[in-house]
């Protein structure tokens, strides 16, 4: 089920909200924390009830894994050790994974390279799939580390199916979770929370049904007469890129605001997970503010296990540079999610080298290289192939020539002895060139100069890690969320121009990782 | 004010909103979705009584055929279906046979596909069925979405030909009235009742045994005959109106025609096997452009595509064993400028020597 489709609004939402506060009006902690695993798990089965089994087979495998390593742990055996029950653990985890998500890469891979010709097989990626294990990993590190305290099963069911992060994040936490669902307090109704959870709903599904869908128009073509061997010229592959790129944030951040705010109508908080990535003004920066949970997660179960920052410099550069390999990986099987984790470990490499030098550059300049580098990983990360992605590129740096309109031809017919050629600026793909750059140029706009959602709504902490002190954007003064006319009245609006707009519920981009 | 306050207000925007907007796109109803659209309902009584209808204006077409066959009471043995391309295509060709031309402007793939679906809803199998074959068919670009006010009977369409298998459920929920409703909160529904409420009334159509007029009549075969100042146009005046066709851009239908869509071949296979499946003759049908147009297509590299399409039609007509009739190229269809009523639309006596021709 989606976010953004009437079925999940019109009745899945409202009546998981009223049965919800009915059972806890009894305060009934254990109702109603079944009750709301169990929506949850309609909420996966509506995609594919098939998957439910994996889905179950996966909660209770972990569950079980996790209760041996406590026990382990409290009987100190010598034969079987906790991190033997950790690895193996892992190892059943990360080979789920790879066999849905990376198997017919490799048998394709294989074939290629050994000029095989063994069958791929017909394998459905289960939704979700990356969310819920990466989550269940963390969880049994977190019980070998000793920072797991509840064990209760339905709550464990709740933690990794909680509708709102199942699919596609953010990616939580065992113990910034259980403590929610265990606490009593959060069985009242807090208008509060209702009130804010659902304006921050409402941005998101705007964010994605009207901005992100809309720049898709615009991205998608793009890529499609690129994967269809067509050659962009300079402004055809800078709007292509530049409105993916938008697309892409619009999309995933207005995703995780809806989790956001649907989890508040639950009185539970989830992690922030977005927080202006394009104002960043490097790229470590972006990472702090890009998929914040998934930084997080490979930070500590990635990076820090290599060794982190403890072993020189040197290593440190190296365990950089695997932890952002391997979260190209995890973002799909293909040479293209490759070469974005590289490019990004690359960035960021030469980012920590940088500040060894201490050379500072002007904030504007390092906003610049820092937005092209990721504009430009972008293209990788959207390409159906590196070849696609590299004609995108060459486009983007002037070597795939230059196209003007052929109105203006009049005027500079000198140019045409420079190679300039006058079929219009968007001769693939015949978009409209005034809706790309209107669209793509408000769009930046929103993303650099205006405050993001958290920020709108900092006062009332939204989201984990936020607090009044995480404002940095001054116009924020003059729009900050409250309980107030205007506000409902432009919320209003806003939700009702989304709802409309959702004809054809689209996915989510992240919802294929 | 309170939080509590606050949600109660924005709900009710919504709420209200929303209710708001559903009443509006009842009552005006554009598809006619929830009731008859009295216009084209009307229009479709006086077809099934075999008569002729002028002055209609401003109608939806897609709407006429689904009335018609839902009304009918005769089964029908040979059908026509495709683009106004092919609405010249008269019953005098098909003598001792029960025949309609279902032809609608711009069709699509999807069009023909609703239509077929109906007859099947009724559980009737026409012996024999022409397709018009515009190369727009195959361009993902094609810009025609006229089809969707018959969308619902192309998602039946859909489930008999097995098109979307993946979207069972989602079809079992068109075809329990749920897409029908989202319609009352769509955008796309919302602009076209406002167009309908905002465009002028439609002219008040009488029914007629004359066959030309100063009117267009729809005549009792499903073909239209043009109003005179339209039939009777010089050649010279028709060569003007095809030339500003042929140097329009894109011209209709085929602009960013960049390769055939695989999406849009495959639903044409699957329909085409299908109709042979249930024996029904098929006979391809392409409709000459006008000699101007043509040169037009074959010197701008632009179309090139859109000329293959013809070449692609010609060979799966061949693996399939269909028969062909016509050519996007006039000359081989041996017409000349004095043939057409435009840049893309043929007239009836060259209509009749093409099929005299192939018989």
């Not at chain 1, 953004?4 to 939402?13: K, R």
């Not at chain 1, 079929?423 to 769009?443: A, Q």
């Not at chain 2, 005769?74 to 001792?96: A, N, W």
């Not at chain 2, 005179?228 to 010279?236: C, G, P, Q, Y």
Request: charged letters at 15%; hydrophobic letters at 45%; aromatic letters at 16%.
């Amino acid at each position: 089920m989606l976010f953004n489709s009437h079925v999940f609004m019109f009745l899945f939402l409202p009546i998981t909200i009223s049965i919800f506060y009915l059972i806890a009006k009894f305060k009934s902690k254990v109702m109603a924390v079944s009750w709301l695993a169990s929506m949850s798990l309609v909420f996966y089965a509506w995609w594919n009830p098939k998957f439910l089994i994996l889905l179950f087979a996966s909660i209770g495998f972990n569950y079980t894994v996790g209760y041996a390593l406590v026990y382990i742990k409290k009987q100190h055996y010598n034969i079987i050790r906790p991190i033997h029950i950790l690895v193996l653990g892992i190892v059943v985890n990360l080979s789920t994974l790879a066999y849905y998500k990376y198997f017919n890469f490799f048998i394709a891979n294989i074939n290629s390279l050994l000029n095989l010709s063994t069958p791929v097989e017909n394998i459905i990626l289960p939704i979700g799939i990356s969310f819920f294990t990466f989550t269940q990993i963390a969880f049994l590190v977190d019980v070998y580390r000793g920072f797991v305290k509840e064990y209760k099963f339905i709550s464990y069911v709740l933690f990794v199916t909680f509708f709102p992060h199942l699919i596609a994040g953010p990616i939580l936490h065992h113990k910034e979770m259980m403590p929610q669902f265990e606490d009593e307090q959060n069985l009242n109704v807090d208008w509060e929370n209702i009130a804010l959870g659902t304006a921050i709903f409402v941005f998101g599904l705007f964010k994605k049904v009207i901005i992100a869908d809309n720049l898709a128009t615009f991205a998608t073509p793009v890529f499609n007469a690129v994967s269809q061997g067509a050659i962009p010229n300079l402004f055809e592959a800078w709007s292509g890129a530049l409105a993916y790129s938008l697309q892409l944030y619009f999309d995933f951040s207005g995703y995780s605001d809806m989790a956001v705010g649907l989890a508040l109508l639950f009185n539970i908080r989830l992690p922030v997970n977005f927080f202006s990535p394009y104002k960043a003004t490097s790229i470590i920066e972006f990472w702090r503010r890009w998929h914040m949970t998934l930084s997080r997660y490979l930070k500590d179960y990635l990076y820090i296990p290599l060794g982190g920052n403890r072993y020189g410099e040197y290593k440190r550069l190296r365990n950089l540079m695997i932890t952002m390999l391997l979260g190209g990986v995890w973002h799909g099987a293909g040479w293209t999610f490759i070469i974005w984790g590289s490019l990004h470990g690359l960035y960021l490499v030469i980012n920590h080298s940088w500040r060894k030098l201490n050379f500072s550059i002007p904030n504007s300049v390092a906003w610049g290289l820092t937005f092209i580098s990721v504009v430009i990983a972008w293209v990788f990360f959207r390409a159906d192939t590196a070849h696609s992605a590299v004609l995108i590129i060459k486009g983007m740096f002037g070597l795939n020539g230059i196209s003007l309109p052929a109105k203006i031809a009049y005027k500079l017919p000198m140019l045409e002895n420079y190679g300039v050629k006058f079929s219009g600026l968007m001769p693939l793909t015949n978009l409209s060139t005034s809706k790309v750059i209107i669209s793509v140029g408000i769009s930046m706009c929103i993303v650099i100069f205006l405050p993001n959602v958290m920020e709108i709504t900092a006062k009332y902490r939204p989201a984990l890690g936020i607090e009044k002190k995480s404002i940095e954007t001054k116009l924020v003064k003059y729009i900050q969320w409250k309980p107030s006319y205007l506000w409902s009245i432009v919320l209003g609006f806003m939700a009702i121009i989304s709802i409309l707009a959702m004809v054809q519920a689209s996915e989510f981009l992240y919802f294929q990782f | 004010m309170s939080y509590k306050k606050s949600f109660i207000i924005m709900v009710s925007i919504i709420v209200f909103g929303l209710l708001g907007i559903a009443t509006f796109n009842y009552q005006v109803d554009p598809a006619g979705l929830f009731r008859l659209n009295k216009y084209e309902s009307g229009i479709a009584d006086i077809l099934i009584k075999k008569q002729n209808v002028a002055n209609i204006s401003n109608y939806d077409e897609r709407l006429v055929q689904k009335y018609l066959i839902e009304k009918s009471i005769e089964k029908r043995d040979v059908l026509v279906l495709g683009s106004s391309r092919v609405m010249q295509i008269h019953d005098y060709l098909f003598p001792q046979q029960t025949f309609f031309n279902h032809s609608v402007s711009g069709a699509s793939i999807e069009d023909d596909i609703a239509i077929v679906a109906m007859y099947k809803e009724r559980n009737w199998i026409p012996q024999k069925i022409i397709i018009g074959l515009d190369p727009w068919l195959l361009n993902k670009y094609h810009g025609q979405n006229r089809w969707q006010s018959i969308q619902e009977e192309y998602n039946n369409g859909s489930v008999y030909l097995g098109l979307d298998n993946n979207n069972e459920k989602a079809t079992c929920f068109n075809k329990s009235f749920y897409r029908k409703y989202i319609e009352l909160i769509s955008l796309p529904y919302l602009k076209a009742s406002y167009n309908k409420w905002r465009r002028p009334k439609n002219n008040e159509y009488y029914t007629t045994m004359e066959r030309e007029s100063t009117v267009a009549i729809k005549l009792a075969d499903g073909t239209i005959s043009y109003p005179d100042n339209e039939r009777n146009i010089s050649v010279e005046d028709a060569k003007k109106r095809a030339v500003i066709y042929a140097s329009s851009d894109p011209i209709y239908s085929i602009g960013n025609f960049d390769k055939l869509d695989e999406d849009n071949k495959r639903k044409f296979e699957i329909f085409v096997k299908y109709l042979q499946k249930h024996k029904m003759e098929v006979v391809f049908f392409l409709p000459p452009y006008h000699p101007a147009v043509y040169d037009a297509l074959v010197n701008n590299p632009q179309y090139s595509v859109a000329l293959e399409t013809e070449r692609y039609f010609r060979n799966f007509a061949q693996q399939q064993n269909i028969l062909v009739v016509g050519a996007y190229n006039p000359v081989e269809c041996w017409l000349s400028d004095a043939d057409f009523y435009d840049g893309m639309h043929a007239k009836p006596q060259a209509i009749d020597k093409i099929f005299n021709r192939s018989n």
